[in-house]
T-cell receptor
Framework: QQKVQQSPESLTVSEGAMASLNCTFS??????FRWYRQHSGKGLEVLVS??SDGEKEEGRFTAHLNRASLHVSLHIREPQPSDSAVYLC????????????WGLGTSLVVNP | EAAVTQSPRNKVAVTGGKVTLSCNQT?????MYWYRQDTGHGLRLIHY???????EKGDIPDGYKASRPSQENFSLILELATPSQTSVYFC????????????FGPGTRLTVL
């Protein structure tokens, strides 16, 4: 059964410092991976999607995928207090990319 | 302009009552999904649909029904609500070229007393 684990559970950084979040998965044959953000009491918004090993940048958000090490990370450059939220990692299911497997999330707090 | 909307945003129901959660999307996506989100469990897929008239069971379908009368609308129905169904419910849509890129509504907070 495919699984996704996120670390750390929570992270506090100062405004302007790089924030790095991690996601490990149990099966490297998934088609694609994405990071979502969820502000408290709100829905989820997709930040970055990545399909190939390497790096994908969307504004201040950069995802790194390494299938061999079963790892995808998200780096937030110059985080702001408005980036305080829960960040969720998701991967598509092998053989069915219409459905996602979700991590439990990392709670990020950015202090001014 | 929100592309996925949900109603109601908050709902209090009694045990044994019927609850209907509604979702509307203007993305013209074929696929739609219902999830629930609980602390410690993350997002869990309840039902999904490939298009009008289609409903499929997700990972935790017991106690829930779904209805997709049109491309735009997807409902989640709790025929006999129980306290264990107290949760936050999210609807999402996904379409070509990548069905896995799902777009979410704002969520419905359901409390079953």
């Amino acid at each position: 059964q495919q699984k996704v684990q996120q670390s750390p559970e929570s992270l506090t950084v100062s405004e302007g410092a790089m924030a790095s979040l991690n996601c490990t998965f149990s099966d490297g044959t998934s088609d694609n991976f994405r990071w979502y953000r969820q502000h408290s009491g709100k829905g989820l918004e997709v930040l970055v999607s990545i399909f190939s090993d390497g790096e994908k940048e969307e504004g201040r958000f950069t995802a790194h995928l390494n299938r061999a090490s079963l790892h995808v990370s998200l780096h937030i450059r110059e985080p702001q207090p408005s980036d305080s939220a829960v960040y969720l990692c998701a991967m598509s299911r092998v053989g069915d990319n219409s459905k996602l497997i979700w991590g439990l999330g990392t709670s990020l707090v950015v202090n001014p | 302009e929100a592309a996925v909307t949900q109603s109601p945003r908050n709902k209090v129901a009694v045990t044994g009552g019927k609850v209907t959660l509604s979702c509307n999307q203007t993305n013209n996506h074929n696929n739609m999904y219902w999830y629930r989100q609980d602390t410690g469990h993350g997002l869990r897929l309840i039902h999904y649909s490939y298009g009008a008239g289609s409903t499929e069971k997700g990972d935790i379908p017991d106690g829930y029904k779904a209805s997709r009368p049109s491309q735009e609308n997807f409902s989640l129905i709790l025929e006999l609500a129980t306290p264990s169904q107290t949760s936050v419910y999210f609807c999402a849509s996904g379409g070509t070229p990548n069905y896995a890129e799902q777009f979410f509504g704002p969520g419905t907070r359901l409390t079953v007393l």
